[in-house]
Structures are given as C-alpha cells and as structure tokens.
C-alpha cells in the first residue's frame, strides 16, 4: 500500500505570495491531518479534515486554510505569505482519528524569503 | 488547555544501553491516548508506541516501552539497549477520543553514540 505523499516537497516563496500544498492520504484513510513543524516548537495543529469537513482547527491565523475532496485528497493553502510561515509542513493521514495512529507523509518544506 | 510538555530537548545515549525520555501532560479528560513518534534525520515521521489512558497496564513494544503514570500524568519512553538506528527526534503526542486533533510535544533529540 503506498504512503502519504505530499507535493512538492520543496519550496521558495517571497512574502506576499500565496502557497497551496497537497497531500495524497493512504488508500482507505479518511482522515488528514495539517501541522507545521518549527525547531523548538514542535508540531502545531493546523486542522483535520474527515470527509470533506473540518472537525477542528489550530490556532492559527485566518490566512491557513484547507479542504478535503472527495477523494479524501487534502490541500492546505496560505495566503499573504510572511517570513515567520517558514516551516515544514506535515501531512498525516488516518482510519479516523482520535486514537488511531497517524501515519505521515515526508513534508513540505516552505521557505519564504 | 490540553498541553505535553518535553523537557529534555537534546539527549545522548551509547550503544546497548538504556534511555529514558521525558513526557508530562495536562488534561482534565478521563479517556485518552498517548502515542510516541520517532523522526529519524530526513525521514518520515513512525509510530513508536501507543497507550490508551484507560488501560492500567504498560504498553512494549519490542525494545520501547512506556512507564504510564496517569495521576501523575507522566508518559515516559525506555529505550533498552539502544542501536545507532535509534538516532532521531521523539514526539510524545496526547490524543483525546471526540476531539479529532493529536497534540504533540517539542520533542527530545536522541543521540546513540557508537
């Protein structure tokens, strides 16, 4: 069974700019998860989406944003791009979520000069 | 507010002993799950190891195991006789059950040191 692939996995952008990033979840997940990943702060929840809808947010401001298809394909984007958005970008997906484990894709890595 | 907190940001260890990693919690939930994930360098994110709140009994696997103290809200990671493989960065993540959203540690780097 394939993994979670993420596209693509590296990026350069400048502020301003606007981003959108993808994530294929493994066959038969449902669940898909968004964190960004900085050094010392770990991985922070972007949002989770669970067919087509978002069941729950991070705290993070309105310019993140995703959906999911019905294909259980992700996409995240972020508009208005500033330097502090650097980070890597994980995409997990899952049977359902809550307790289950999540598997990851290998990342996005954005950088915003 | 559900946090995990990571105190041991770097850590090293040599070849075939024992480690242990660091993780509190805070929550004010009965029913959980905790989980450990390894980050080896440039390399994709695994599960190491899965608790759920509710059983009293230590999760192992193979050469992980836990020490779960729920009162205490302590999820500790032991890792016996460590292998050069076993170099990465660990997450201690919490997971409560309806809220759909994992919460995930700083992290602790390992070094296994030959």
């Known amino acids: 069974k394939a993994g979670v692939t993420q596209t693509p996995r590296y990026l350069i952008k400048t502020r301003g700019q606007q981003v959108t990033l993808s994530c294929s979840p493994i066959s038969g997940h449902r669940s898909v998860s968004w964190y960004q990943q900085t050094p010392g702060q770990g991985l922070q929840f972007l949002f989770e989406?669970?067919?087509?809808?978002?069941?729950n947010k991070g705290n993070f401001p309105g310019r993140f944003s995703g959906r999911q298809f019905s294909n259980s394909r992700s996409e995240m984007n972020v508009s208005t791009l500033e330097l502090g958005d650097s980070a890597l970008y994980l995409c997990?997906?899952?049977?359902?979520?809550?307790?289950?484990?999540?598997?990851f894709g290998p990342g996005t890595r954005l950088t915003v000069l | 507010a559900q946090t995990v907190t990571q105190s041991q940001p770097e850590m090293s260890v040599q070849e075939a002993e024992t480690v242990t990693l660091s993780c509190t919690y805070d929550?004010?939930?009965?029913?959980?799950?905790l989980f450990w994930y390894k980050q080896p360098p440039s390399r994709q994110m695994i599960l190491v190891i899965r608790q759920e709140a509710y059983k009293q009994q230590n999760a192992t696997e193979n050469r992980f195991s836990v020490n779960f103290q729920k009162a205490a809200k302590s999820f500790s990671l032991k890792i016996s006789d460590s292998q050069l493989g076993d170099t990465a960065m660990y997450f201690c993540?919490?997971?409560?059950?309806?809220?759909?959203?994992?919460?995930f540690g700083t992290g602790t780097r390992l070094k296994v040191l030959a």
């Open positions: 929550t004010s939930e009965n029913n959980y799950y």
């Open positions: 993540a919490f997971s409560n059950s309806g809220t759909y959203k994992y919460i």
């Open positions: 989406y669970f067919s087509e809808t978002q069941r």
């Open positions: 997990a997906s899952s049977l359902a979520s809550g307790h289950n484990e999540q598997f």
